[in-house]
Each structure stands twice: as structure tokens, then as C-alpha cells.
């Protein structure tokens, strides 16, 4: 697990053409949504009213979204305040959503709530499950060399923490590769590259974790192996 401690925050959804083609199947995909700087809190409403209007539209499709809140993380490479996970059951269904006319109304909303995006596309889905007294945290990591490798030393370090992480209360909810993944909105999109692992964390003492001495230890050793981190604390985004 290697969490360089970082602070960020989090997205939603995809392009109005959609993303190239991709595999058979259900698709999975983690969106990061940055509202206008000056204006974050009236883009935070439009943000909201974009995402009310569009569940309804999206349940026709088979497919599901929520919204998360990032209290703390990021980078100047990808940051936001409302991260999204979405899912489709199927790539057919998944472009006919964005072919909807409903969806291209309400479209432009997002236009205006967000001055960036980024979607990263995964090969497994993430249900987060905040309970009270416990943190959520997202992290991705690029791989520096050979991936299979660099992933399995991070898995070893893993193993290795194992019981650093039950005195501390640290769970792995879930565990993804990236497949693809692009930045920008409607036009204006240009492909990014994909983090290699995904990890979705549930953490009942986050100071006490990472303070800890073998923690700390784990993490300037992972520095070896992932050439880039990012982090994104999550709370539960309230949308009526």
C-alpha cells in the first residue's frame, strides 16, 4: 500500500461522445471534477443540479453514479472537488446514454460547473462505504519499470504491514487496474495515462497509520517502485 500522505479531492463523469471503444462488458470508470475556481460555490449547485437530472436519465441505461466529496488531496496533475464512480452494464448501452437528447439538454451544465475533468476508466468497480468514525481514502499509483513486477513488490509490502494494519483498523475495500483515461470535456479531450493499481481504503485511525514507524518506512521504500501517487480523502456528497 504504498500512500505517500498527500490531501485531495474528487469528480464525475465522461465525454458527450463518449470514450473510445472499449471491451465487452460492464464498464467501470472513476471521474474528477474541478469546479471554476472563483466561483466554486455556484458551480457546486449547477454541479448538484446537473447530477440530480441526470440519475433519471442514466437509470434508463442500466447505469449508476455517485458523488464524493474530497476533503483533502490532489495535485496540480489531477486535482478536484467532487470525485464521481460511475458504471455501465455494457459499452452499446454506455454510448447510447450519451446519444440520449435528455442527457445532451442537460449537458451543458456541467459545462458550466467544472473548469476540469479527468476520467479514468477501470477494469473493476468501487462502492465506497463510509461508516461513521472511519475515513475513505482513494489512491492511485503509477508504476516506474515493469509493472507486474512493481506491483507485485508493493503487494509484498502489503503482506509485510499486514498487522500494522489491524492495530490501526485499515481495510481494502477495492482493488482496480486502470485501463484508460482521458481529460477534458465535450471537444476538447486528449488521452492521459492510466494509473496502473487503484485502491479504495477504509481507515479507523488515519493520524496513528500514518505516523506509524513501519508505515513510513513502507512508503520512502515504495518511492523506489511508483514514479507518481495520488491520494484523495472522500466524504459522501450530498445531492436531494
Known amino acids: 500500500m504504498k500512500i505517500l500522505f498527500k490531501l485531495c479531492l474528487f469528480v464525475l463523469l465522461t465525454t458527450l461522445a463518449g470514450p473510445p471503444a472499449l471491451a465487452s462488458g460492464e464498464i467501470h470508470y472513476v471521474g474528477f471534477n474541478r469546479f471554476v475556481a472563483d466561483k466554486a460555490t455556484d458551480s457546486g449547485v449547477v454541479f448538484d443540479d446537473y447530477i440530480r437530472k441526470l440519475r433519471p436519465i442514466m437509470s434508463r441505461y442500466g447505469m449508476t453514479v455517485d458523488s464524493y466529496d474530497v476533503q ?62 472511519r475515513h475513505t481514502l482513494l489512491t492511485l499509483e503509477w508504476i ?36 484508460m483515461s482521458n481529460r477534458g470535456l465535450a471537444t476538447e479531450v486528449t488521452p492521459t495515462e492510466p494509473p496502473h493499481l487503484l485502491e479504495l481504503w477504509s481507515i479507523r485511525d488515519a493520524h496513528g ?32
Open 72 to 133: 483533502h488531496g490532489g495535485s496540480d496533475e489531477l486535482s478536484a472537488d467532487v470525485v464521481t464512480f460511475g458504471t455501465a452494464s455494457d459499452s452499446e448501452s454506455f454510448q447510447a446514454f450519451f446519444q440520449d437528447p435528455d442527457f445532451q439538454q442537460v449537458f451543458p451544465l456541467l459545462l458550466t460547473a467544472l473548469s476540469d475533468h479527468q476520467v479514468v476508466f477501470t477494469s473493476g468497480p468501487f462502492a465506497v462505504s463510509a461508516k461513521k468514525g
Open 144 to 179: 516506474d519499470g515493469d509493472p507486474a513486477a512493481g506491483l507485485a513488490r508493493l503487494q509484498a509490502m502489503d503482506d509485510e504491514l499486514g498487522p500494522v494494519f489491524g492495530t490501526y483498523g485499515v481495510e481494502l475495500k477495492a482493488q482496480s487496474a486502470g485501463r
Open 209 to 240: 497509520f500514518f505516523d506509524d514507524a513501519k508505515v513510513q518506512s513502507s512508503n520512502e521504500a515504495a518511492e523506489q517502485v511508483v514514479s507518481r501517487s495520488e491520494s484523495f480523502w472522500l466524504r459522501s456528497r450530498e445531492i436531494r
